[in-house]
Structures are given as C-alpha cells and as structure tokens.
C-alpha cells in the first residue's frame, strides 16, 4: 500500500479507500445485494490487514446498518487513532420536517446519530452527501465549522455537484472565517469523466483531495459488458449512470487487460490512480478477490501508450451521478 497527503492537509491517507456500502441490514436499506455482518467484518479486517487506512460510510446506507457494521468492526480490529473515519449526511433519514438535507437543524441531529451508531466520538471526515436546494450554504457551512470546532469532525468534505456550487461554498466559508472543504467525493471513471472539464482543475488549483465513487462503474469496467450481477438487476440508480456506447472503452480495457495477464478491474483502477489529482478511490468490495485487485492496482505502472489507448475512445456524458 501507499500513502499520501489528503490534498493540502497533513492527514495521510492510503490510496485506496474502502467503500462502506456493502453491507448492512438489506431491511432498513432497499439493497438486498448487501453483506450481512460477519461479511462485511471479514472484509474490513482484510482491508486492514492490506494496509487500508481509509474506510467511507454515510448516514443512508442501508438505514444506518452501514455505520453500525462499520464502526463495531473498526473498533475490534484497529485501534481509532490508525484509521480515518468518513461518513455523509444529506439524505432523509426519516420522515418529517429535519429528517433529511443539510440544514442546521439536520446537521447537528445526524452527526450525533452517526457518532453513535460509529461507536466514536469523532469522525475524521465529515461529508456533505450532495447539494441541499433548499438550504442556504451558508447556513451548511457554519454548522458544519460548528461539528469541528465541538471536536465531532476533524475536515469536512463533499461530494457530487457542479464545480460552481462547490467554489461558491468554499467561497462562503471563507467570507465567515468557517471550515472549507478539504476533499471532493465525485463520480469520475473510465466511462464517466465529465468532471476533468472544471471540477478536476478546481480541486487541483484549491489544494482539495479527490476521492472517485464508482471507480470501476458500477463494475461495468471489470467484465463482458452485456454480464450481469445481483446488484445490477435491482440498481435502478446505476443503471442511469451509463450507456450502450460505453461497451467500446469497457472491450479496450479488456484488451489491455488480457495483455498484461491481469483483471480488468487492476486496469481501469490503475488508470484512475494515475489521473492527475486523485488521491484515493473509493471501492467497493463484496468478494475476496476485488479487494485483491483494487490491492493490487496500486502497484500496476500503465504505459503512456496504454493509457493513451484507455482514454481514446471516451465520448462526452451528460452530467450524471448528481441527485
């Protein structure tokens, strides 16, 4: 494993993140494809045992059944002050007024709810899950500089929307002395690179760290493009992610793939890792092997021919992966 600087702060990171949606109590989420707890345990202390330090949740996934698995694992397996700890808010919760967004009154409920089901007392990474419409960010941003300065949050973050909404709240933060943002959770892939046009530049030039979701596209980059999982038979999201005119970027990582004698996921996780501004994607992992691919990417050095030849075929999206 390697390690680096979360953008410009001094928090080290591992390049590689694990994505905490993969198990829960299928009940209280909606996913019935996910892991139940001794799975998701075994997971997380391999992850561990990789040298994965970072390990991203959010309030949503599947009821808040994510964070419970989740926080019960890390703290039988690693001591607190070794791994870096995120979780989301935005999305609802429960029913009623304050049960879902990113107002004051939201914010200041979900963080205590999520620190308790974490089994901690703070979270190293606090991220704003996407855009409140309804909110001021003004209102957002100092509630969140709140959550830090009461020591519940050490950095803030955010996660998928357009570049101007993200300079404006940085902007704001700025205007009233509060906590910027200090990494981005955005949809960025083989087959999705609508954010290289501003988002990308935007987090390069302010210094903010890049964590992908979806680095291997719902995993539409690591097999035969007509193949289908138990996931992608229920994922009505996913499915408006991509398109048929994708299949011609997922047979040429196929062909890299096959040439290098390693799976397609080593490929498409290499060739992320080696885009400027990325830090640490974030992966997802149901079965031992994908987090011994997504390990093992890390060491995978793509030629400038190859990775010319991965990126050639890409043809522009509309903007996708924001609601």
Same mark, same amino acid.
């Not at 009940?27 to 892991?35: D, N």
């Not at 004051?104 to 996407?130: C, F, K, N, P, W």
């Not at 999201?237 to 040439?259: H, K, M, P």
């Given at each position: 494993?390697?390690?680096? &600087?979360?953008?410009?702060?001094?928090?080290?990171?591992?390049?590689?993140?694990?994505?905490?949606?993969?198990?829960?109590?299928?009940?209280?989420?909606?996913?019935?494809?996910?892991?139940?707890?001794?799975?998701?345990?075994?997971?997380?202390?391999?992850?561990?045992?990789?040298?994965?330090?970072?390990?991203?949740?959010?309030?949503?996934?599947?009821?808040?059944?994510?964070?419970?698995?989740?926080?019960?694992?890390?703290?039988?397996?690693?001591?607190?002050?070794?791994?870096?700890?995120?979780? %989301?808010?935005?999305?609802?919760?429960?029913?009623?007024?304050?049960?879902?967004?990113? =107002?004051?009154?939201?914010?200041?409920?979900?963080?205590?709810?999520?620190?308790?089901?974490?089994?901690?007392?703070?979270?190293?990474?606090?991220?704003?899950?996407?855009?409140?419409?309804?909110?001021?960010?003004?209102?957002?941003?100092?509630?969140?500089?709140?959550?830090?300065?009461?020591?519940?949050?050490? #950095?803030?973050?955010? =996660?998928?929307?357009?570049?101007?909404?993200?300079?404006?709240?940085?902007?704001?933060?700025?205007?009233?002395?509060?906590?910027?943002?200090?990494?981005?959770? &955005?949809?960025? &892939?083989?087959? #999705?690179?609508?954010?290289?046009?501003?988002?990308?530049?935007?987090?390069?030039?302010?210094?903010?760290?890049?964590?992908?979701?979806?680095?291997?596209?719902?995993?539409?980059?690591?097999?035969?493009?007509?193949?289908?999982?138990?996931?992608?038979?229920?994922?009505?999201?996913?499915?408006?992610?991509?398109?048929?005119?994708?299949?011609?970027?997922?047979?040429?990582?196929?062909?890299?793939?096959?040439?290098?004698?390693?799976?397609?996921?080593?490929?498409?996780?290499?060739?992320?890792?080696?885009?400027? +501004?990325?830090?640490?994607?974030?992966? +997802?992992?149901? %079965?031992?092997?994908?987090?011994?691919?997504?390990?093992?990417?890390?060491?995978?050095?793509?030629?400038?021919?190859?990775?010319?030849?991965?990126?050639?075929?890409?043809?522009?999206?509309?903007?996708?992966?924001?609601?």
């Amino acid at each position: 494993m390697r390690y680096t &600087n979360l953008g410009s702060t001094g928090l080290e990171v591992s390049v590689l993140t694990l994505g905490c949606m993969s198990w829960g109590d299928p009940a209280r989420g909606g996913h019935p494809w996910v892991l139940d707890e001794d799975a998701g345990r075994s997971v997380i202390k391999d992850a561990l045992e990789a040298g994965v330090t970072v390990f991203d949740t959010a309030n949503v996934y599947s009821g808040g059944s994510s964070e419970e698995i989740t926080g019960r694992a890390l703290n039988d397996f690693a001591r607190r002050e070794d791994v870096v700890l995120a979780t %989301k808010v935005h999305g609802r919760m429960r029913p009623g007024p304050n049960g879902a967004g990113l =107002s004051r009154a939201a914010i200041m409920t979900e963080i205590d709810h999520s620190l308790r089901r974490l089994g901690t007392d703070y979270v190293d990474l606090y991220q704003i899950h996407r855009w409140d419409p309804h909110t001021p960010i003004e209102e957002t941003m100092e509630a969140l500089h709140d959550v830090v300065k009461a020591g519940k949050a050490r #950095y803030i973050g955010a =996660s998928s929307m357009y570049a101007w909404q993200f300079a404006k709240a940085q902007h704001a933060a700025d205007l009233g002395g509060w906590t910027r943002f200090v990494s981005m959770q &955005n949809h960025y &892939n083989l087959i #999705y690179r609508e954010e290289e046009r501003e988002m990308l530049p935007l987090c390069e030039d302010m210094g903010v760290g890049v964590l992908p979701w979806s680095p291997l596209a719902r995993g539409r980059l690591t097999r035969e493009w007509d193949a289908t999982t138990a996931r992608t038979e229920t994922d009505e999201f996913g499915s408006s992610l991509y398109r048929d005119e994708d299949r011609a970027i997922v047979e040429t990582v196929g062909r890299v793939a096959e040439r290098r004698e390693v799976p397609r996921a080593q490929v498409a996780l290499a060739w992320l890792m080696a885009q400027p +501004g990325v830090t640490s994607p974030i992966v +997802g992992v149901t %079965k031992p092997h994908h987090l011994h691919d997504a390990v093992a990417a890390v060491d995978l050095e793509l030629s400038d021919e190859e990775l010319e030849e991965l990126g050639a075929g890409y043809l522009p999206h509309a903007v996708a992966g924001h609601r």
